[in-house]
């Protein structure tokens, strides 16, 4: 599902799988939490992403509340369209901290 690494930029780094779904939704929420106990910083990669669904968008958005909760920061590293574009979709985006994707015309 994703694979992380702490780094000396003082970042907890998460690489998003291709596809986030409910079959790895389980597996990104326990390296959330891991991320969350490291009280570093995170470093979300999400430029892969080619498809996401609500399950994970909801880990997502708890877990950024966590984050803010305990004053640790997360940033995007090039956040994929389809992500944003599902997270606008369902209101997300300002919660998930994504920038806000124009409609196609």
Not at 14 to 35: K, N, P, Q, T
Not at 88 to 101: F, V
């Amino acid at each position: 599902m994703a694979n992380e690494t702490a780094t000396d930029s003082g970042f907890f780094h998460i690489e998003c799988a291709e596809v986030l779904d409910i079959s790895g939704v389980a597996e990104f929420h326990a390296r959330c939490l891991e991320a969350l106990e490291t009280q570093q910083n995170v470093m979300l990669n999400a430029s892969q992403v080619d498809r996401v669904d609500t399950a994970t968008l909801q880990v997502l958005g708890a877990f950024i509340q966590d984050v803010n909760t305990q004053q640790q920061t997360v940033q995007w590293e090039a956040p994929s369209e389809p992500l944003c574009q599902s997270a606008a979709l369902l209101g997300l985006s300002e919660i998930l901290c994504l920038p806000i994707m124009a409609e196609k015309q």
